[in-house]
DNA sequence: GCTATTTTCAAACAAATGTTTTATTCGTTT
DNA sequence: AAACGAATAAAACATTTGTTTGAAAATAGC
């Protein structure tokens, strides 16, 4: 009869609190709000998961599990090995994964929830990091190596991984300045494409760059070049 | 007698309440804490600011008014106007805006303030954008286009710049990841050059690609000339 | 079909918090 | 010196909110 109640209490619980405590933060949202969206009593929060900090940590388990099972980072033994494929394939797939529906939908889905463990990391976010984050970055840090055919050491190879996610970060979770300044770049679904391409391309130019500018040398000379190019 | 007070009440609590604002929040942040904090009574804020929101605007205007104000992001005429330089100056002001002590002082000061509202804004943030994120923005799409020798359309600029900008935020804001992944690189005062001259070559290798890459090609090209280097 | 366990529900509790009120103090002006 | 307004102080008010409680309902196991 109830064909309204698909999910048991619980998981039901866990999805709506995900919006939640995404749109409002963990201290703003309130346990009377989730339960009344999850159409369930208030009582039921405290019931499964002890309390509304152990609710969050289960948000967040089930988020990243969710979201990297959908759009994984391994890399893909059938796509071709070369390593700018493969940079472009890791890009790709992380604009997939915080922007996608079916992954965490930019920051009108859960991004704001990521967002925040980013810059503000509350204790629930320990494990993720273990669990997620450092193998994803190795994988990262792998293809840039490759890119660089192994001579560059991690001196170098760490600043342009964080060079590459950052603008991955920052495309997602900036969308609000964004949209007043290049509506045409903002980060929706419909412009993964776009987007992936074009961090691909600039971050591409950045390692070369990188790699091959004079050790401890002041002054630019890539550009200087191309500038003389037309006097 | 009391020479703990050099400043009037009002300043103090603003003074405060930008560290507690952004150590915890708006939600979080109580105005008790900051009243105690700030040597003041309780009813002070409410009697200053009208109420806590307003207290938070004043914080807000504050924090942004200082922060430009001590590290300008006009041009600096008196510098060598060669663009590379030009985009070198820029990117090292805005990390010393966002890390110097005199600034922003990074995510243990009023970063993780400015984070926020980059991320999730207020409607406090909205004046701020016009009068110092707009003009801000032109000046780094000025740098760009003059390092393309104004051959470059805003379709280039545009996502260029928001990737100079997105490595910046990131770099400051996600202390808490880099310091897992990358500790030699963390956001702080005594490494501001070393941040800003990888962000600015990398960035500066990515403009180039970006405009020298044929339109419409699919597949990477520079890298794989640099691969059949070494065959 | 009955019992034991799990889950749901309504109500109440206790603590925290933004705001208001009222009185007092302090500095300036008349 | 008196008077006025601004600033400070202490207390109380009205909500909000996380959590607990005890009973009812539903479910599972035998």
Redesign the pocket.
């Known amino acids: 009869m109830p064909r309204k109640k698909p999910l048991?209490?619980?998981e039901r619980i866990i999805d709506v609190a995900g919006d939640i405590f995404g749109k409002n933060g963990f201290?703003?949202?309130?346990?009377?709000?989730i339960a009344t969206a999850a159409?369930?009593?208030?009582?039921?929060?405290?019931?499964?998961f002890?309390?509304?900090?152990?609710?969050y940590r289960a948000v967040l388990e089930d988020t990243f599990s969710k979201g990297f099972h959908r759009f994984p980072y391994r890399k893909n033994p059938e796509e071709s090995n070369a390593p700018d494929q493969q940079l472009h394939s890791f890009i790709r797939a992380m604009f997939h994964r915080f922007l996608n529906n079916e992954g965490w939908g930019g920051i009108s889905g859960r991004g704001k929830l990521i967002a925040r463990e980013f810059f503000e990391p509350t204790p629930a976010f320990e494990p993720i990091v273990d669990t997620y984050i450092k193998p994803h970055k190795e994988i990262l840090v792998s293809i840039i190596s490759d890119l660089s055919r192994g001579k560059a050491g991690m001196d170098k190879i760490l600043p342009c991984a964080i060079s590459i996610i950052g603008q991955c970060v920052y495309y997602t979770f900036a969308a609000p300045v964004i949209q007043r300044i290049a509506k045409e770049f903002l980060p929706t679904q419909e412009n993964i494409d776009l987007l992936a391409d074009h961090v691909f391309w600039f971050s591409l130019g950045g390692i070369q760059q990188i790699n091959t500018r004079p050790v401890d040398k002041k002054t630019p000379i890539v550009l200087n070049t191309l500038q003389e190019k037309h006097p």
Do not use: C, F, M, S
């Not at 201290?27 to 709000?33: C, E, L, N, P, V």
């Not at 159409?39 to 499964?48: F, G, I, K, M, T």
């Not at 002890?50 to 609710?55: A, H």
């Open positions: 048991p209490t619980k201290k703003a949202a309130t346990i009377r709000q159409q369930a009593n208030l009582a039921a929060v405290n019931y499964h002890r309390d509304k900090e152990g609710l």
